[in-house]
Each structure stands twice: as C-alpha cells, then as structure tokens.
C-alpha cells in the first residue's frame, strides 16, 4: 500500500501541459479556447488529398492565452517559466524556433515522430502581448501535411467569432 501511494504522488508531481491548461483556463490574466475541427467549416471539396488527410488527423485545437497587462508583467514571468519548464521535457520534440526580442519569440514542438504524432504544440510569446499556447491533438499527423492546411485557413473565411480571442491576443 505504501509503494502505491509513494508511486501515486511522484508521478503527480511533475506539472503536465494538460494540468497546466486546467489550472489556468480560469485565472484571472487567462483566456482558454477548445475547438473543435468540425468547428473550422472548411470545405473539403476544395482540399488536396494531403489537405484532406491532415484535416482528419486533427480532432481539435486548445488554445491557452494569458493577456499581459500594466499589472501583471511578473506573473507573467512566472507563468512563461512554467511553460518553458513543462516543455523541456523530452517527450517534446523541438520541429522549428523563430522570432526576436522585439516582435516576440515561437517554438512549435510534438509528441511523436514522422506520421505518427499526437500532439504539436506552439508555445509563442511577446512582452507586449503576453504568450499563447496553443496544442493541435489529433492521431497520426504529419507537420508537412498540417502546414499544407493552414494555407486553407488564408483561403476561407473563418468565421471571426470562433476566433476572436485569439485575434484579440495578436492585436
């Protein structure tokens, strides 16, 4: 019974981007977003079979916000670091870095590998704006099938509600 217990409470110790998302969707400074692909009213007429296949690997999109503010720099500062920390881990497989100091920086990274991957994840952050995570789950994606979509979205027109947070947030 002991071992179990021990196992239980070392394993919750170590802070999950998942955890993290459910401890903060609702603090104060936060904005949270869950869509689903079905959300996204993209015409698959229109799509290429790689567009295609990349729009049924992706089941949804979760975006985390916390909006900087003249009050709130250092909580900021704290809560970029525990991002940062959580993805450290290994599990996360950096696929590109871009940015500066001025505009803001982004690192997009997985879980998985080739066509295989469950999860990406952008984390990106400016000390103007605040930062944003945002996580595309799905089974089986492919990065270069998944950056072959995102030019349906400058194509079609989205409806602005769905995601007037996240404009919000790069104004």
């Known amino acids: 019974m002991l071992i179990l217990v021990t196992s239980f409470q070392s394993c919750n110790q170590d802070l999950s981007l998942q955890t ?11 904005t949270s977003l869950d869509v689903p ?15 295609k296949e990349a729009h049924e690997s992706i089941e949804k999109l979760s975006l985390l916000a916390f909006v900087k503010d003249d009050s709130n720099q250092e909580v900021m500062d704290v809560e970029i670091a525990k991002v940062k920390t959580i993805l450290k881990d290994p599990k996360y497989e950096e696929l590109m870095r871009g940015g500066n100091s001025t505009d ?3 690192v997009v990274k997985c879980i998985g590998d080739g066509d295989n991957v469950d999860e990406f994840i952008l984390f990106g952050h400016s000390d103007e704006s605040g930062f944003v995570v945002v996580r595309i789950l799905g089974d089986d994606m492919n990065f270069n099938k998944i950056m072959e979509l995102s030019s349906v979205f400058d194509e079609n027109s989205i409806e602005e509600s769905q995601f007037k947070d996240i404009a919000k947030f790069f104004k």
Request: glycine share 6%; proline share 3%.
């Open 104 to 106: 803001g920086k982004f």
């Open 37 to 51: 692909t079905s959300m996204l009213k993209i015409d698959e007429e229109s799509l290429t079979e790689a567009q």
């Open 20 to 30: 993290y998302y459910v401890d903060n969707e609702l603090a104060p400074g936060f």
